[in-house]
């Protein structure tokens, strides 16, 4: 049973920057496709970004170019850079990891945008 284990959430002023790591248990190139995900309350989770195992990517629309994500196979684990963060990012990212007809969830880390 693989794991994922999502860090680096937290609170950030309108603006700023932060990192989001989701670290595997076991090979991160096993996935076919990691994605990151996020629930604001109230609302349905939807797809940030995702990285297949060919290093393609993909992108909410109202986040292309401020956020990036990407991969370091030595540590098993998949970044998402968010810069210029605004106040709607407001939610719990979850990372998320296909492997044949499996997926594998982390906890998630909640991220606030707030002054």
């Known amino acids: 049973q693989a794991h994922l284990v999502e860090s680096g959430g937290g609170l950030v002023q309108p603006g700023g920057s932060l990192t989001l790591s989701c670290a595997a248990s076991?090979?991160?190139?096993?996935?076919?496709?990691i994605h990151w995900y996020r629930q604001a309350p109230g609302e349905q989770r939807r797809v940030v970004a995702l990285?297949?195992?060919?290093?393609?990517?993909n992108y909410m629309v109202s986040v292309k170019g401020r956020f990036t994500i990407s991969r370091d196979n030595a540590k098993n684990t998949v970044y998402l850079q968010m810069n210029s963060l605004k106040p709607e990012a407001t939610a719990v990212y979850s990372c998320n990891g296909s492997r044949g007809p499996n997926d594998y969830w982390g906890q998630g880390t909640q991220v606030t945008v707030s002054l």
């Open positions: 990285i297949t195992r060919e290093d393609i990517t």
């Open positions: 076991e090979n991160i190139l096993s996935f076919s496709v």
